[in-house]
């Protein structure tokens, strides 16, 4: 399957549609159902203790889903997600970027479901997983 947008555009689209977000992640790596995506660690994505927060690891998660299911079939701002599994696994390394590892399992007319594994830069074991299920509307 083709590439509907390419890294650029969906760049763009986040600008224009989330621009509250745009700043927070950067797209590495765009391929068919594959994305990489960083999202560079600020003090506002911590929690007490110098970790990462849960909320930042679901966003980086969330996004990186989201933005490989538009890169496959356009921009259609109102994809949502529907239900989300998010397991953490080990304490982020402190001031290093998280990178998201998402693939699409399926992408179908209605549902699309990604997997994402998020590490911290330079490890080698992710820090969290995610499978995340969006609504594709008509």
């Known amino acids: 399957m083709a590439l509907k947008m390419s890294s650029e555009e969906l760049m763009e689209f986040i600008g224009a549609e989330f621009p509250q977000v745009k700043e927070d992640f950067i797209i590495e790596g765009l391929a068919d159902k594959r994305i990489t995506v960083r999202m ?56 290093v970027d998280l990178i998201a590892e998402c693939r699409l399992l399926k992408l179908g007319r209605a549902l699309a479901v990604g997997d994402v594994l998020i590490f911290s830069e330079g490890m080698d074991q992710p820090v969290a997983r995610s499978t995340m299920t969006y609504s594709i509307p008509a």
């Open 40 to 95: 560079p660690v600020a003090e506002r994505h911590l929690r007490p203790g110098g970790t990462v927060s849960g909320p930042s690891m679901f966003a980086l998660a969330d996004v990186s889903v989201y933005l490989v299911i538009l890169a496959m079939i356009g921009p259609k701002a109102l994809a949502v997600t529907t239900n989300c599994s998010l397991d953490f696994m080990r304490k982020p390394a402190a001031g």
